[in-house]
């Protein structure tokens, strides 16, 4: 089992649609989980950090679940500029570990 | 203003060779990494340093060699270049060590080895 996963997509939604991703990580003393978003050709930028309790930023929520190892991503009324690929990101002291990325098309 | 900067943002060289990437952070932050995305976009993190110490060492081949004059640069040398090598290697840069910080990337560094 890989230590993160993520499926690869790619998501093909239409604009205004809801999407949600999961990422699933092997190790279970992780204890920070971060999504970043990486646009083609460019650098991964730090989209939200997830907290035990969920957190959310405007149309994005960011759920952890610990007994099932695994975090989400749920993006409310897509819009074409949230076509990127999502990254997860799980943290253990000096261990850190990227999933391989969700690639997200938003159509018109 | 560039937050993490790199150079060369191309590089394409042959086998055998010998390349360096320069790495900058004006952002005041205590640690620094390199990363390395294959064609699988498959972002792996190779080393991380700390104030100028080597904190982070994944098993990466003894060609790859960070270097950290200070805590603002950290460098990357690669000694005979082989084709496995061709990536794009980010840099990137966070407050401090403890992973709830945020890291900031660089641009990345298209690396080709003919």
């Known amino acids: 089992r890989k230590e993160v996963e993520q499926d690869p997509g790619p998501f093909n939604v239409p604009e205004g649609a809801t999407v949600a991703f999961n990422c699933t990580y092997s190790?279970?003393?992780?204890?920070?989980f971060f999504w970043y978003r990486q646009d083609c050709r460019k650098e991964p930028k730090l989209l939200m950090s997830?907290?035990?309790s969920g957190n959310e930023d405007g149309r994005f929520t960011a759920q952890l679940n610990r007994a099932s190892q695994y975090i989400s991503l749920l993006i409310r009324d897509s819009k074409l500029s949230d076509s990127a690929t999502y990254l997860c990101?799980?943290?253990?002291?000096?261990?850190?570990?990227f999933g391989a990325g969700t690639r997200l098309t938003v159509k018109p | 203003d560039t937050a993490v900067s790199q150079t060369p943002k191309y590089l394409v060289t042959q086998m055998g060779n010998d390349k360096s990437i320069k790495c900058e952070q004006n952002?005041?932050?205590?640690?620094m990494y390199w990363y390395k995305q294959d064609s699988k976009k498959f972002l792996k993190i190779m080393f991380s340093?700390?104030?100028?110490?080597?904190?982070i060492n994944e098993t990466v081949p003894n060609r790859f060699s960070p270097k950290s004059p200070d805590k603002a640069h950290l460098n990357l040398h690669i000694n005979s270049l082989e084709l496995g090598d061709s990536a794009v290697y980010f840099c990137?840069?966070?407050?401090?060590?403890?992973?709830?910080?945020?890291?900031?990337f660089g641009p990345g560094t298209r690396l080709t080895v003919t």
């Open positions: 997830v907290y035990s």
């Open positions: 952002l005041g932050h205590d640690t």
């Open positions: 340093y700390n104030n100028k110490e080597l904190i």
């Open positions: 990101v799980v943290h253990n002291n000096n261990d850190m570990r």
């Open positions: 190790n279970s003393a992780s204890q920070s």
């Open positions: 990137a840069s966070s407050q401090d060590r403890v992973p709830r910080y945020e890291q900031y």
